[in-house]
């Protein structure tokens, strides 16, 4: 089956990334990166064994979990979240990436509160400062983490960030080295626990995982070139 071919090619990529940086592949989750991918698509991807999917928009990942309700997957929310929809996300996915703003906190904090749960979050960074990228400034970065460290219903795990796009990949690795060392300094500083780096996608995960990546998010080389 083509899918299953490709997801063990993926995995096989990790692995050989895992070992030139002398990691365990256990530590490298992939996700499957699936906006616009169909449910039926991502159906056959399960029944290959890949088990932690992410959704980009939250009006298209409340019609895939319909229909996919009878699977025990674990989703993810990748996207840039709008204050207005993070109510829909509530006990329905595990980790949200994209946590950029306080407004942002408050509204995780005070949906989670009212749902009972404590909601696991990434605190995306913007690195290269673009304006097209969600994403809270580097400087700003330490403020922020405060800030949520406040709230009793978010716990956050780690930081996410999507890098400027270069052709090759090599010139992307200063930009995951920053995440690792960000993550590093809050760590150190705030004696906080931060397994978390969900970095790397389709063109430059295994630079992405020789830097420390515990998520890459992989659309393309798993489901193709889709539009949306």
Not at 82 to 110: C, F, P
Not at 124 to 150: A, C, D, H, I, Q
Request: include cysteine; charged fraction near 35%.
């Amino acid at each position: 089956m083509a899918e299953c071919e490709r997801l063990q090619e993926v995995l096989g990529r990790i692995e050989r990334a895992c070992e030139r940086a002398k990691r365990k592949p256990e530590e490298v989750t992939l996700l499957g990166a699936t906006k616009t991918v169909p449910p039926d698509v991502i159906r056959r991807f399960y029944g290959c064994g890949l088990r932690v999917f992410g959704e980009n928009r939250v009006q298209e990942f409340l019609g895939k979990l319909e229909f996919l309700k009878d699977l025990d997957i674990d989703w993810h929310f990748i996207g840039r979240l709008q204050t207005n929809k993070v109510k829909y996300l509530m006990g329905r996915v595990s980790l949200i990436h994209s946590l950029d703003r306080e407004s942002l906190a408050d509204e995780i904090q005070k949906r989670a509160e009212r749902a009972g749960i404590v909601q696991e979050v990434l605190i995306e960074v913007n690195l290269g400062g673009e304006e097209t990228k969600g994403g809270v400034m580097p400087e700003n970065l330490r403020s922020l983490f405060e800030y949520t460290l406040k709230k009793p219903n978010i716990k956050v795990l780690g930081l996410m960030a999507i890098p400027p796009y270069r052709e090759d990949p090599e010139e992307v690795r200063p930009y995951f080295a920053k995440l690792r060392e960000l993550r590093d300094d809050l760590e150190r500083e705030f004696g906080a626990e931060l397994p978390h780096l969900s970095m790397g996608m389709s063109h430059d995960f295994e630079v992405a995982v020789e830097e420390g990546a515990t998520i890459v998010r992989i659309g393309t080389l798993l489901f193709g070139e889709r539009r949306g």
